[in-house]
């Protein structure tokens, strides 16, 4: 079986005072792989608190982040991570730790799984 994980590429880059937020869209073929996605974000950012009802919001120190679904077109999902944080650093290093985990996704459900 074959599973196709769409990118838009997609980003935006703000800061209205006093946060620095990045906003990155990205499409998934399925909601099964959109779930998969979610349950590795969780997995990978577990220690922080988290609120799992809409989506995925992870709450860390200054900020937060969410990832929601934006739109879905038969079964594609579009897909929209929010970063919002007072400490720019703070904001890029969890930035680059969820691309990290997509990347990582990315990679392992473009090819055959069996």
Known sequence: ??????????KDISFV????????????????????F???LSGEFDLY????QNGLDVFFLNGRFSVKKVAVYKENIEI???VI????SIGNSIANQIMSVHNHFENMYSYSVK
């Not at 944080?85 to 720019?88: A, L």
């Open 1 to 10: 079986m074959k599973y196709d994980v769409v990118m838009t590429k997609e």
């Open 17 to 36: 005072n006093p946060y620095h937020q990045w906003i990155q869209r990205e499409s998934f073929a399925s909601n099964l792989l959109y779930d998969k």
């Open 49 to 52: 608190l988290q609120d799992e």
């Open 85 to 88: 944080s007072k400490d720019m």
């Open 38 to 40: 979610l349950n590795w």
């Open 80 to 82: 929209e991570i929010n």
